[in-house]
């Protein structure tokens, strides 16, 4: 069965960087993208970006363009956000979605998320 | 950027009643590009309809969706108690965005 395993809980001080994995399993990694979406607390959740995980090709929202990359490893079936200078309003659970390589589509497919705590 | 705009923020209803969940769009959804999904405390989102009003894998058809251009509905009939949670709607035409969720609760 399709299965996105995020890494686990960070905690990172103001000014920092935090990377988030998404393990795939279940299905063919490189005919899909992989989407980052977040969720903080009490907010609507919010487009991050996407990767293409055949030819590594991303696109990202404008509000985060500066600040994150999104890359893959296609020999371990993983897709990594990082996202740099991190403030307090950064604090959100990150999920990872699949969706489709070729069209504009939902995502049909979800990571547990990963909690990001921004503390000095 | 397309802002979805959800109504009601919280609707409270018995289970067996039917509920109806409004999405709105700032401009016109393209190609139907619209979903819901829901959410329940504590768990990632679940994808329940696309293209405004296919059913996602395994959802009952107490489910159904509809609308086009800038309005939406989701339906829900007959709920049941696992039906309780926030629902949200995501148009993936251009970009993709989000609601600001609407909250199912038990009355």
């Known amino acids: 069965q399709v299965q996105l395993l995020q890494s686990g809980a960070e905690v990172e001080k103001p000014g920092a960087s935090v990377k988030v994995s998404c393990k795939a399993s279940g299905y063919m990694f490189s005919g899909y993208a992989i989407h980052w979406v977040r969720q903080a607390p009490g907010q609507r959740l919010e487009w991050m970006g996407w990767i293409n995980a055949e030819n590594g090709d991303t696109k990202y929202s404008q509000k985060f363009q500066d600040r994150v990359t999104i890359t893959r490893d296609t020999s371990a079936n993983t897709v990594y956000m990082e996202l740099r200078s991190l403030t307090y309003e950064d604090m959100a659970v990150y999920y990872c979605?699949?969706?489709?390589?070729?069209?504009?589509?939902?995502?049909?497919?979800w990571g547990q998320g990963a909690l990001v705590t921004v503390s000095s | 950027e397309i802002v979805l705009t959800q109504s009601p923020g919280t609707l409270s209803l018995s289970p067996g009643e039917s509920a109806t969940l409004s999405c709105r769009a700032s401009?016109?959804?393209?190609?139907?590009?619209l979903a819901w999904y829901y959410q329940k405390p504590g768990q990632a989102p679940r994808l329940l309809m696309y293209?405004?009003?296919i059913r996602g894998a395994g959802i009952p058809d107490r489910f159904s969706g509809g609308g086009s251009g800038t309005d939406f509905t989701l339906s829900i009939n007959r709920l049941e108690p696992d039906d309780f949670a926030v629902y949200y709607c995501q148009q993936y035409g251009t970009s993709y965005s989000f609601g600001q969720g609407t909250k199912l609760e038990i009355k």
């Open positions: 401009q016109s959804v393209s190609s139907s590009s």
């Open positions: 979605a699949r969706g489709d390589v070729s069209n504009m589509w939902p995502f049909d497919f």
């Open positions: 293209g405004a009003s």
